[in-house]
């Protein structure tokens, strides 16, 4: 008899949903919407043949090949496009490398550590990102995110330099790549802003239930990576927004002189012409000041 006209034994039927159902909520990437339709649809076929007390064989989960494979061609996609977006700068380019930089991690390497190293909790943030964006992210000082970014589009003066490198002597980061880290962040364009006192709102954030499933504001370097990706795509998130910052090396988003870090896309006047450009600034947690259109873009990341 066929093997895959062979009924299969419950426990086996289990399995294989769980990986189904594993695939579509916690791998998610941008699946072609007829890969999409396939697989909504074969787990709704299985479904309704396990309540009918019907025989469930073998090819019933043949559209999960299809969804591995469409998935490993998603993250494939992806990593190319975090791996080209960090050589604005020469931030990190593989074939023109800086002697002392650490190598970046192969695809296989951010797929198995995808696979192993994230949180059931952090599967479930990725999942409920509207637009998850991978970042393979240097450990390095920000001079040289901003560089990259500057490739792309310049930096307005204001970037708090001061700041930035009081941060990087915190978190204990040299001018050489000494690691990586990976995860996703959320990269739809526009997320919903808010207004109030900047204090109460830090707080409701870091209270959502997403926060304490293993979110986290987006690190300087992060978001100057984000906006790099999407300047080269054309579609420049938070524009007219500003983006809380978590500071590298700090668990809590404000800083020890009641500052945060923001960054965002604003329209600057440059010789009398209204140009778009990536601005990041500092807000001072004053509670008798109220700010508006606030943004609180997150994302999960582990070392490799």
Known sequence: MDKTAQEMQPYKINERLAVAEELLKNEKVKLPDDVLANALEGLRKIKEK???????????FDFVKELEEAIKTGLH????????SLRGGNLYNSKNPIEGDKKAPTLEEVTNAIKTKFTPEQREVIAQMKKPVLIVKPITTWKRFEKNLN????????????????????????????GWEVGFAEGEEKLEDKRG???????????EPIAKKGAKLLTNNEYMLLMA????KGEPIDKGC???LKVEGKDKVADGDRRVSCGGW?????????IDKPLF???????????????FRYGVMIKI
């Open 50 to 60: 396990l309540e009918k007390r019907l025989p469930v064989y073998e090819n019933d």
């Open 77 to 84: 996609y992806q990593y190319n496009e975090a791996i080209k």
């Open 151 to 178: 490739s792309i589009t310049e930096i307005h003066e204001n970037t708090r330099e001061r700041e930035w490198s009081y941060n990087d002597i915190r978190a204990s980061v040299t001018d050489k790549i000494t």
């Open 197 to 207: 006192n900047l204090k109460k709102l830090i707080d409701e954030w870091e209270n």
């Open 229 to 232: 990706r999407s300047a080269k």
């Open 242 to 244: 500003s983006s809380i």
């Open 266 to 274: 604003m329209v600057n006047t440059i010789g009398g012409k209204h």
């Open 281 to 295: 600034h500092g807000y001072a947690v004053d509670p008798t000041i109220t700010y508006g259109k606030i943004v």
